[in-house]
């Protein structure tokens, strides 16, 4: 809201006798006359421009940290709801005897200018960070309101006092504000936000701002923003393969085809999976030490060997990326959010004959989303 406050207006005082009633009364007119002028030249600060108070220039940074539990939350082209921020600080302008009455505020932004979108029901431009699929737009507040920004040099009134014939201090435009954000494309995972300059806030008193005037507040924006992505495998399932007793003559040498292969089919449930997004399954798992092909066990000569669509899938060993070789897609029902993937697998001896013994392996299957 704006506080007008009327100029001052000064009057003379006069003692007059009525022999010089006319020479008095024109002597008068002129006194009303100069007061009027007066507050123009000697009871109101000089224009000019603002500094901040302090060595060190202002800044303040806008954190965004949002997680959305579905993929088509929010919608492209929708914004979110705002982040509203508050920063300490202030400005000192320098002024003569007297008082400023008008105060202009420019807010400048070095983003992009992106997508149009609605906030509360008016249009506005939104700005792009990075590739434009997170967008922005921005409000300061100044005098008890908050201004669109980009805003150049919005006035306010303030009678505010000149503190020792020098200076007077003020609280700034851009300590507060709030900041709308657009998703303007669908997406899974998480799009981190680098410090990114936002906007560059110049004050100044009494006379408009040029492009020059020292910036008073600088405002950042970091985070970022996920949309969490999963699959694991069904609940209730068997997750444990039985190869039972057998002597070595039924357990594969390494290189050749499985003997009695035991053959599943599992159920996997996927979330925020979109159509486009590619999914692979990865056996994570420590390898044979003599053979790299096949996941060890407890025995030094036996592996277990997994094969699935006609192909031999090797172990990724933990805390390494998988080679595409040790991928194994996957086919997605996007609709329903839901997988399956046959498999088979067989025991294989790394000798003719491995000394006779239990033995047991286990992978953990992980998933990688593209």
């Known amino acids: 809201m704006y506080q007008i406050c009327p100029c001052q207006q000064f009057q003379g005082i006069a003692l007059y006798n009525t022999a010089t009633t006319?020479?008095?009364?024109?002597?008068?007119?002129?006194?009303?006359?100069?007061?009027?002028?007066?507050?123009?030249?000697?009871?109101?600060?000089?224009?000019?421009?603002?500094?901040?108070?302090?060595?060190?220039?202002?800044t303040g940074t806008v954190h965004i940290n949002k997680v959305f539990d579905s993929s088509t939350q929010p919608a492209a082209g929708q914004s979110i709801p705002?982040?509203?921020?508050?920063?300490?600080?202030?400005?000192?302008?320098?002024?003569?005897?007297?008082?400023?009455?008008?105060?202009?505020?420019?807010?400048?932004?070095?983003?992009?200018?992106?997508?149009?979108?609605?906030?509360?029901?008016?249009?506005?431009?939104?700005?792009?960070?990075?590739?434009?699929?997170?967008?922005?737009?921005?409000?300061?507040?100044n005098a008890g309101r908050l201004l669109p920004a980009p805003v150049t040099n919005h006035t306010s009134y303030n009678n505010i006092r000149c503190e020792y014939g020098s200076y007077f201090n003020t609280t700034q435009a851009g300590l507060r504000g709030r900041l709308h954000l657009m998703v303007t494309r669908p997406f899974v995972g998480t799009i981190n936000i680098p410090e990114t300059p936002l906007a560059y806030v110049r004050m100044g008193y009494d006379a408009p701002l040029s492009h020059s005037s020292p910036i008073v507040q600088w405002i950042y924006v970091a985070g970022s923003i996920t949309v969490p992505q999963s699959c694991r495998l069904a609940p209730g399932q068997n997750l444990t393969i039985d190869f039972g007793s057998r002597i070595s003559d039924r357990i594969a040498l390494r290189g050749q085809t499985g003997i009695e292969p035991v053959k599943r089919r599992f159920d996997i449930q996927c979330n925020n999976i979109t159509s486009g997004v590619k999914v692979d399954l990865v056996l994570d798992a420590q390898p044979q030490a003599k053979d790299?092909?096949?996941?060890?066990?407890?025995?030094?000569?036996?592996?277990?060997?997994?094969?699935s669509q006609g192909r031999l899938i090797a172990p990724t060993s933990p805390g390494t990326p998988p080679r595409p070789e040790q991928k194994l897609p996957i086919t997605m029902d996007y609709?329903?959010?839901?997988?399956?993937?046959?498999?088979?697998?067989?025991?294989?001896?790394?000798?003719?004959?491995?000394?006779?013994g239990e033995y047991q392996g286990s992978a953990t299957v992980k998933f990688e989303f593209q």
């Open 292 to 307: 790299k092909r096949y996941i060890a066990t407890t025995h030094k000569d036996i592996g277990i060997a997994v094969e």
């Open 82 to 141: 705002p982040i509203e921020w508050d920063f300490d600080g202030g400005v000192r302008c320098p002024c003569t005897n007297g008082f400023a009455i008008k105060r202009y505020v420019t807010v400048t932004t070095p983003l992009v200018s992106g997508q149009s979108g609605t906030v509360n029901g008016k249009q506005r431009t939104f700005y792009k960070l990075g590739d434009g699929t997170i967008q922005l737009a921005l409000d300061v507040f």
């Open 22 to 58: 006319a020479l008095v009364r024109a002597g008068v007119q002129m006194l009303i006359a100069c007061a009027s002028i007066a507050p123009a030249t000697t009871s109101m600060a000089a224009g000019g421009a603002c500094t901040f108070n302090g060595v060190i220039p202002p």
């Open 335 to 356: 609709k329903a959010q839901s997988a399956q993937f046959d498999m088979s697998a067989y025991p294989v001896r790394m000798i003719n004959k491995p000394s006779a």
